[in-house]
C-alpha cells in the first residue's frame, strides 16, 4: 500500500496543494451538479430536453472555450487562469440560486462553464510539469484525488438539499472563493517555457492545427465525451423518471468514485508494464458505452437496483480508468514546448463539441422511455464501441500516431 502512494510522497508543496485543490473543487462541483438535474426535474418540472441543453450549455462553455484558456495560458503563466476560474466557478454557483429564471439558469451555466474554461487546460499543464514520476501516475494521482472530492460531493450535497437548496448552492461555491485567496499567495507556478508568451495566438493555433495525429484523437475522443457525464447527468434523471430514491444517485457516484480511487494507481502501473496504451485506451472507450447496457434489466426490489448501479459504476470506473490518464498523456507528449495549455484547450473544444451533443441526445431518448425502453443505454453502448473502433483503426492505419514507446514517459 505503501508503494503504491510513493509516487505522492515525491512531489513538492505546490503540486501537493493542487492536488488538495483538485479534490475540493470536485468535492463542491459533486456536491451541486449532479442534484442540480434532479431538482431542475423534481422542483421545477423542467422537461429532461430542457435540463440536457442546460446542462449541455454549461459543459459546452466549459469544454468548447478551453481553447481559449489554453491560448491565455500559454501566453501569460497558468497562475492567474487558475484564481480567475476559481473566482467565476464561485459565482455561477451562486447564480442557481435564481435558477426558477431561465435566463438566470443560462446564465449560471455559462459561468460555471466559463470558469472551467479558465482552470482546466492550465491546470493540466501545470500537472504535466511535474518531475519525478512519469506523466501516467500524475494524471492517475489528478484523478484519484477528483474522485475522492466526487465520492464525498454527493453524500454532502444530499445531507444540504435536504435542508435548502440556497444552502447547498452557497456551500458548494464556498471553496473556490477560498483557493481564489490562497492560490494567490500559496501558488509558485513553473517557468513558462521559453519564447512561450512571445508566440501569437495565430501561431499557436496554427501549431495545433498542424498536429495531425492530436487532432485525429481529438475527433475520436468526441464519443468518450458524449459518455463521460452520463453518470451525473442520464442517471439521475433516468432513476428520477421511476420515482427511484434520491439516495440512489449517491450510492451511484459514490461507487464510481471508490472504485477509482482503488483501481486508478494499479491500472496504471499495469499500463506501464504491457506498455500498449492504444490497447488500453480501445478497451476503456468500448466499456464505457457497453457498461451501460447493465440498465436493460429491470430490479424487482431496492437491493437489485443497488447491485444494478454498482455493476455500472464499476464497468463505467475501469473504463475511465484505462483510458483517460493515458490519453492526458498522450496530449501532453504531442504539444510543442510552450503550446501544452493550448493543446489541452484545443482538445477539450472537441470534448465540448462531445458533451452538448451527448446531453441532448440522452435527454431526448431520456423523454422516450416510456415509448421505447432501454433507447438510451443502446445509444450510449453504440457511441462507446464506435469510438473504440475508430480509435482502433487510427493507431493501424497510420504511421504518425505515436508509438507506445513514445508515449512512454
Not at 61 to 85: H, R, Y
Not at 252 to 268: D, K, R, Y
Request: glycine share 8%.
Amino acid at each position: 500500500m505503501m508503494k503504491m502512494f510513493a509516487p505522492f510522497r515525491g512531489l513538492t508543496f505546490e503540486y501537493k496543494l493542487m492536488l488538495f485543490a483538485a479534490f475540493v473543487f470536485n468535492l463542491g462541483f459533486y456536491m451541486l451538479i449532479p442534484l442540480l438535474s434532479h431538482y431542475l426535474a423534481q422542483h421545477l418540472a423542467l422537461s429532461a430536453t430542457l435540463i440536457g441543453v442546460v446542462m449541455g450549455v454549461r459543459s459546452f462553455c466549459q469544454q468548447g472555450l478551453f481553447l481559449a484558456g489554453g491560448v491565455l495560458a500559454d501566453k501569460f503563466g497558468v497562475k492567474p487562469l487558475i484564481i480567475a476560474g476559481c473566482l467565476l466557478r464561485a459565482v455561477g454557483f451562486l447564480l442557481f440560486l435564481w435558477a426558477e429564471q431561465v435566463e438566470v439558469l443560462f446564465l449560471a451555466a455559462f459561468l460555471t462553464g466559463f470558469a472551467g474554461a479558465l482552470f482546466t487546460p492550465a491546470a493540466q499543464a501545470y500537472f504535466s510539469n511535474a518531475s519525478g514520476i512519469s506523466k501516467a501516475q500524475m494524471f492517475a494521482l489528478v484523478g484519484m484525488a477528483r474522485n475522492a472530492g466526487e465520492l464525498l460531493g454527493p453524500v454532502c450535497g444530499l445531507a444540504l438539499i435536504s435542508m435548502s437548496f440556497a444552502l447547498l448552492c452557497s456551500v458548494a461555491a464556498l471553496p473556490f472563493f477560498c483557493f481564489a485567496v490562497v492560490f494567490m499567495f500559496g501558488l509558485h507556478a513553473p517557468k513558462k517555457a521559453p519564447k512561450s508568451s512571445e508566440l501569437s495566438t495565430h501561431n499557436l493555433i496554427q501549431t495545433v492545427l498542424s498536429n495531425r495525429p492530436f487532432l485525429q484523437l481529438c475527433a475520436v475522443m468526441m464519443g468518450y465525451f458524449m459518455l463521460i457525464n452520463q453518470i451525473s447527468f442520464a442517471m439521475p434523471i433516468f432513476l428520477g423518471q421511476f420515482a427511484m430514491p434520491l439516495h440512489s444517485i449517491t450510492w451511484l457516484l459514490c461507487a464510481c468514485a471508490l472504485i477509482s480511487i482503488i483501481v486508478q494507481l494499479p491500472i496504471t502501473a499495469l499500463s506501464e508494464r504491457i506498455n500498449n496504451d492504444p490497447m488500453f485506451i480501445c478497451t476503456g472507450l468500448a466499456l464505457m458505452g457497453i457498461g451501460f447496457l447493465v440498465m436493460l434489466f429491470e430490479a424487482q426490489n431496492q437491493w437489485q437496483l443497488l447491485i444494478q448501479l454498482g455493476l455500472l459504476a464499476l464497468f463505467f470506473s475501469v473504463a475511465t480508468a484505462m483510458s483517460l490518464p493515458l490519453i492526458m498523456k498522450y496530449i501532453a507528449n504531442s504539444a510543442p514546448s510552450g503550446t501544452v495549455s493550448t493543446h489541452y484547450g484545443f482538445f477539450y473544444l472537441f470534448a465540448g463539441v462531445g458533451l452538448i451533443i451527448g446531453s441532448v441526445l440522452a435527454g431526448y431518448t431520456l423523454d422516450l422511455e416510456q415509448t421505447i425502453p432501454g433507447l438510451t443505454w443502446y445509444l450510449f453502448a453504440a457511441i462507446g464501441s464506435t469510438s473504440a473502433l475508430a480509435f482502433l483503426y487510427l493507431t493501424m492505419s497510420t504511421e504518425k500516431t505515436p508509438s507506445p514507446q513514445h508515449l512512454k514517459g
